[in-house]
């Protein structure tokens, strides 16, 4: 079984401090996702975060489960996330293959540095999360469907 | 601990320095050439003779709105769901900061996209970002002009945004003096068009 899945059943069982009680991991990270549980965003070298509405993923990035078509591709901004873009070897911003696991995506959302320790545009808010909220966005995106 | 720096060490560290001034001094020239996009515009240029809506969809000129003011202007589109929230909780951040500073320390929000936008859209945008009429404005070139505009300010940027999110910084005389890094820190900003209005 993959890593992810098996952190993904984990989170399931263990559920998240940052959600309600019962809100499963999974829907919590698509609150999150979408906007509709504030994300904590600064651009770097901003002194103030910028407000929710701002920062949220979905203002820049589409999710889905199949490989990333070219269109969906064109229509997003950010890359599209998909669970084989996520953990399978994957060439990103000039560095070599790397996959993503749940510590990786941690740290690129807190510090901007990806798996192959390529620093992201400065376009991508550093955020401020909790381990459960970023184990839940985490959650969301390796279980996500194609919309 | 102290570090002395013997009358020796000092002249080798005058000379070393001298020798990278040499070697760096060329290379920093061409590299600002070759970046032109960012820092202080020099000479400064008149804004082009372009004809914009405003938000009440009056034909106005571009030079009309940036006379007699300083102005931050930077490019957005309402269909902008990327970049132009960020570029907008900017602009909220930069009026929030001048709010007791002369009125006439202006913020004008251009949209590229005429077919996409119009003045009813560029006020609700506004709205959005709780901006105040006697600060912050918007305007919608016609379609014609876009790429004009773009090219006078090098705007341009690849992907589905298809402008950069820089600030650029015009002063009383209409004309570009400062285009900014991509998402400029709003405290820098401010001060940026305080200096550009001290000038006169």
Same mark, same amino acid.
């Given at each position: 079984m993959k890593p992810a899945v098996l952190l993904s059943m984990l989170l399931l069982v263990l559920g998240?401090? #940052?959600?309600?009680? #019962?809100?499963s991991p999974t829907r919590r990270g698509s609150e999150l996702f979408n906007g509709g549980a504030p994300l904590q965003g600064t651009i770097v070298g901003h002194s103030s975060a910028l407000p929710p509405s701002a920062s949220r993923c979905v203002n820049c990035h589409a999710i889905g489960s199949a490989a990333p078509s070219s269109a969906a591709s064109a229509a997003s901004f950010g890359p599209l996330l998909t669970p084989q873009s996520l953990t399978g070897a994957v060439a990103r911003r000039g560095g070599p293959p790397s996959r993503y696991d749940a510590a990786a995506f941690c740290r690129l959302l807190r510090q901007g540095v990806d798996p192959a320790w390529v620093v992201v545009p400065r376009s991508m808010p550093r955020y401020v999360l909790t381990d459960a909220d970023c184990h839940a966005l985490w959650a969301h995106l390796i279980e996500s469907k194609q919309p | 601990m102290t570090h002395d720096i013997s009358p020796p060490s000092r002249a080798r560290r005058r000379m070393l320095g001298g020798a990278a001034a040499l070697i760096v001094a060329p290379l920093a020239a061409s590299q600002a050439l070759g970046h032109?996009?960012?820092?202080?515009?020099?000479?400064a240029l008149a804004a082009p003779a372009l004809s914009l809506s405003d938000m009440n969809g009056q034909r106005v000129a571009l030079t009309a709105l940036l006379t007699g003011r300083v102005t931050a202007l930077q490019l957005m589109f309402t269909?902008?769901?990327?970049?132009c929230p960020i570029q907008g909780a900017m602009f909220a951040d930069v009026q929030q900061r001048l709010a007791a500073d002369d009125p006439r320390l202006r913020l004008l929000s251009v949209s590229i996209d005429p077919l996409g936008d119009d003045p009813k859209a560029l006020r609700a945008w506004l709205a959005k970002f709780g901006a105040q009429a006697s600060r912050w404005s918007a305007a919608l070139p016609q379609m014609k002009e876009v790429d004009a505009l773009l090219d006078f300010v090098r705007g341009r940027a690849p992907g589905v945004d298809r402008h950069t999110a820089q600030a650029y910084v015009f002063d009383r005389q209409a004309r570009l003096v400062y285009r900014t890094e991509d998402m400029p820190n709003p405290p820098e900003l401010v001060r940026l068009v305080k200096q550009v209005a001290a000038r006169g």
């Open positions: 998240s401090p #940052g959600a309600g009680a #019962g809100e | 032109g996009s960012f820092g202080p515009v020099q000479p269909g902008c769901s990327a970049t």
